[in-house]
């Protein structure tokens, strides 16, 4: 696989604290900053998407827009099938941040596998706009979804 199929980024993670006795009151995620650099284009767009216990959204390509992915809520596996038209399964939840790079041209879907809602962050290169048709919804044969039933 090259450089250009996907990437996964492990994120900072630090514990906050409380201002008066310094007790842990949860914790802070670094998604991105403009001078890490592990973004090559800057983003356009930024939202947040759910995912119901058990679905699947997806599978698809974006013709333009590489997207960055983050799990912020639940348990979800990315499946990604890079340019050889192997399958790459990535389980991500909020305890263990990462960022998954899905660069333009690369099929991928997310399911869920928690029992309840789970929540992606999505950084974008190229904003959405209504009836821009740069979406291309594919087919994953041969791959065996049942494997993750919750």
């Given at each position: 696989?090259?450089?250009?199929?996907?990437?996964?980024?492990?994120?900072?993670?630090?514990?906050?604290?409380?201002?008066?006795?310094?007790?842990?009151?949860?914790?802070?995620?670094?998604?991105?900053?403009?001078w890490?650099?592990?973004?090559?284009?800057?983003?356009?767009?930024?939202?947040?998407?759910?995912?119901?216990?058990?679905?699947?959204?997806?599978?698809?390509?974006?013709?333009?827009?590489?997207?960055?992915?983050?799990?912020?809520?639940?348990?979800?596996v990315f499946?990604i099938r890079?340019?050889?038209?192997?399958?790459h399964?990535?389980?991500?939840?909020?305890?263990?941040?990462?960022?998954?790079?899905?660069?333009?041209?690369?099929?991928s879907?997310?399911m869920n596998?928690?029992?309840?809602?789970?929540?992606?962050?999505?950084?974008?290169?190229?904003?959405?706009?209504?009836?821009?048709n740069?979406?291309?919804?594919?087919?994953?044969?041969?791959?065996?979804?049942?494997?993750?039933?919750?």
């Amino acid at each position: 696989m090259n450089e250009d199929s996907f990437s996964v980024i492990k994120l900072e993670r630090y514990d906050t604290k409380n201002i008066v006795d310094k007790s842990i009151n949860g914790s802070l995620t670094v998604v991105w900053r403009d001078w890490d650099d592990i973004i090559k284009n800057h983003p356009k767009m930024v939202y947040v998407t759910s995912v119901l216990p058990g679905q699947i959204k997806g599978p698809h390509l974006h013709t333009k827009r590489s997207s960055y992915f983050s799990c912020v809520h639940g348990k979800v596996v990315f499946v990604i099938r890079d340019d050889h038209g192997q399958f790459h399964e990535v389980i991500v939840d909020e305890s263990e941040p990462v960022l998954i790079h899905v660069p333009n041209n690369v099929a991928s879907a997310h399911m869920n596998l928690a029992r309840e809602t789970s929540r992606i962050l999505t950084l974008a290169d190229v904003s959405w706009k209504p009836n821009d048709n740069e979406m291309i919804d594919v087919t994953f044969d041969g791959y065996d979804w049942s494997k993750w039933k919750i």
